[in-house]
C-alpha cells in the first residue's frame, strides 16, 4: 500500500481511497469508462476490508479528537463553495467523461452544488434546539428545560452515478455541518468527481479523517461498510432493492434512504401549455432521462391529448442526443450501454403489445433518442418499473380521479408534478396524491436543494435539503432545570 499525494497523480498509479488525510491504493482496481466512447479514462483502486476499517477508525478519532465550532465548520464549507467554482471547468470535464453529462447539465450539477454548499454553511450557525413548556405540565411550571443538538456519529454516505457531485454533497455538507466525520463510497461508475470533492474539502480546511473515501463495488465495499458496527449513520441514494439490504443491516441505526421510483406528471384541459410543454421536456428527459423524478408517466386531459402529444413532440425534436462534449447535444449517453440496450427492449416489447412510439427511440450505442409513447399496457416494464432512461409513457385520462388513482397505484411515492389553473383541482392534488413531493405547475422533477426531499412507501424515508437533513443527522438531547 502506498500514499500518493494528489488522486489525478501523472505517474500512472491508481486514483486510491482517501483515509487519515492521505491517498492509498491497493492491489486490486478497476476502470472507470468514458461513458461516449467507452474509452477507459482513469484507473481506481478497489479498497480492501482493511482500508474500509481503517477509514471508519479515522472518522471516530477525528470526532474524538477535534470539536470544531459550528463557526469553522461552516467556514470550510463556504471556502469549499469558492473552490468549486474555481474549479468549475475541470468538474465539468469529469461529469462529461464518466457520467455523460452534457456541458449544460455539468455547469447545472456545478451551480447547484455550489448552492448546497452554502446553504450547509449556513445551516451549521444555526442548528438549535427548543424550550420545552413545561408549564403546560401541573406542579411542572416552575421547571426549566430545553433541547441540544449534537452529532450523531460517524455518517455513511453511498451515492449514485446520475448525480455525482451534488447528492453526494447533500450528505457530506450537512453530516459535517452538524459536526459529523463522514466516510462515503460512490458509485463505481463515478467515482472521480468524488474524489476530486474529497481533494477540494481537504484544501478548503476540513480537518483529515473528518472526510474519508472508499472505492469499489456494493457487493464488497458496501458490504464491508454495512459490516461495520462504528457506523451510527447510513445515508443511501439509489434502488429500493438495496435500501432494503441497507436498512435490515442497520437495524437500529438510523438511515435516510431516497430509492426507487415511477415518477407521474398530470396535464390537465386548462394548462398553460406554453409553460408547461418545456417544463415536462426538460424532466423527462434532462441527464437522459437519469434522474429518479424524471417523468415517466405523464396522464393527460383526453380533451387536450392531441395537442400535448404534437406539441410534445415537436419539443422534443429540438433536443438532440449524441456526444455530450458538443454545445448543441441535449441528450448525452446512458450509463452504460447495457442500460441503452434495455431502453430498446422495453421499447420493442410494449410496442408488441400494442403500444405507438410517436417519436425517438433509436439507440447508437449507449446513446438513446428522446422517446415519447403512447397506448403503453399497464403490465409492460415501461409502465410499472422504473425506466431511469430518455422516455416518457402518455396516458390520456377522462376524469382527474382516474389520474390519481393511477398515480398513487405503483409501490412509489417520490414526487409528482400537476398543471392546472383550477385551485380546487391543486388542493385536491396536495391531498390524496400519495408522493413525498406534489409540484402544482410544475413538472415531477423540479427541485430546489433548499426545499425537503424525500419519498414515501417504496421511495423511501427520510429528508434532504441542508436544514432538514442536519437535523436528521444529529441526537436531540433534553436538559431540564429544578430550580
Not at 479514462?41 to 465550532?69: H, K
Not at 450528505?171 to 452538524?178: C, R, T, V
Not at 458509485?187 to 473515501?213: N, W
Not at 421499447?347 to 410517436?358: C, F, S
Request: charged content about 20%; hydrophobic content about 40%.
Amino acid at each position: 500500500m502506498m500514499q500518493q499525494e494528489s488522486m489525478f497523480s501523472s505517474d500512472g498509479r491508481d486514483i486510491g481511497a482517501l483515509i487519515d488525510g492521505a491517498w492509498v491504493t491497493s492491489s486490486d482496481s478497476f476502470g472507470v469508462l468514458d461513458k461516449f466512447t467507452g474509452e477507459e479514462i482513469a484507473r481506481v483502486s478497489q479498497a480492501s476490508a482493511e482500508q474500509v476499517s481503517q477509514a471508519v477508525e479515522g472518522a471516530m478519532r477525528a470526532m474524538s479528537e477535534s470539536e470544531l465550532a459550528p463557526f469553522e465548520r461552516a467556514q470550510v464549507l463556504s471556502r469549499t463553495a469558492e473552490l468549486l467554482a474555481t474549479k468549475r471547468k475541470r468538474f465539468s470535464q469529469i461529469l462529461t467523461a464518466e457520467g455523460g453529462f452534457t456541458l449544460t447539465d455539468a455547469e447545472a450539477e456545478v451551480d447547484r452544488a455550489i448552492v448546497t454548499l452554502n446553504l450547509s454553511a449556513y445551516e451549521a450557525t444555526r442548528l438549535t434546539g427548543e424550550i420545552v413548556p413545561f408549564a403546560a405540565s401541573p406542579g411542572a411550571h416552575h421547571r426549566l428545560g430545553f433541547t441540544m443538538r449534537f452529532p450523531i456519529g460517524v455518517v455513511c454516505a453511498i451515492t449514485p452515478f446520475n448525480s455525482p457531485l451534488n447528492t453526494v454533497l447533500h450528505k457530506i455538507a450537512p453530516a459535517y455541518a452538524a459536526g459529523n466525520a463522514v466516510v462515503l463510497k460512490p458509485s463505481a461508475y463515478t467515482p472521480l468527481t468524488a474524489s476530486l470533492l474529497c481533494e477540494t474539502l481537504l484544501e478548503a480546511g476540513m480537518p483529515p479523517r473528518f472526510i474519508s473515501l472508499v472505492h469499489g463495488s456494493g457487493d464488497t465495499v458496501g458490504s464491508y461498510l454495512l459490516d461495520n458496527p462504528s457506523i451510527a449513520f447510513y445515508a443511501f441514494t439509489g434502488s429500493t432493492g438495496v435500501g432494503r439490504i441497507i436498512q435490515q443491516a442497520a437495524g437500529l441505526r438510523r438511515t435516510q434512504m431516497e430509492l426507487g421510483s415511477i415518477a407521474s406528471t398530470i396535464v390537465c384541459k386548462d394548462t398553460n401549455l406554453d409553460r408547461a410543454i418545456p417544463k415536462i421536456a426538460n424532466a423527462s428527459f434532462r441527464k437522459a432521462g437519469q434522474v429518479c423524478t424524471s417523468v415517466q408517466r405523464l396522464y393527460v386531459d383526453r380533451k387536450i391529448a392531441d395537442e400535448v402529444c404534437d406539441r410534445l413532440i415537436e419539443f422534443t425534436a429540438t433536443l438532440t442526443a449524441g456526444d455530450p462534449r458538443d454545445p448543441s447535444v441535449r441528450i448525452g449517453p446512458l450509463i452504460t450501454e447495457e442500460a441503452a440496450c434495455r431502453t430498446q427492449t422495453w421499447l420493442n416489447a410494449a410496442i408488441g403489445r400494442g403500444a405507438t412510439l410517436l417519436c425517438g427511440g433509436e439507440r447508437d450505442r449507449s446513446v438513446v433518442t428522446p422517446a415519447i409513447i403512447k397506448g403503453v399496457p399497464e403490465d409492460t416494464s415501461i409502465w410499472c418499473q422504473e425506466a431511469f432512461a430518455p422516455l416518457v409513457a402518455i396516458r390520456p385520462f377522462d376524469s382527474f380521479s382516474e389520474a390519481i388513482d393511477s398515480a398513487n397505484s405503483t409501490p412509489y411515492g417520490l414526487s409528482v408534478g400537476v398543471f392546472t389553473q383550477d385551485i380546487d383541482l391543486g388542493l385536491r392534488a396536495a391531498r390524496t396524491l400519495r408522493f413525498g413531493t406534489v409540484q402544482l405547475n410544475e413538472a415531477s422533477s423540479a427541485r430546489a436543494d433548499v426545499m425537503p426531499f424525500g419519498g414515501v412507501k417504496n421511495s423511501g424515508f427520510g429528508k434532504e435539503g441542508p436544514a432538514y437533513a442536519i437535523r436528521e443527522m444529529t441526537e436531540e438531547r433534553l436538559i431540564t432545570f429544578n430550580p
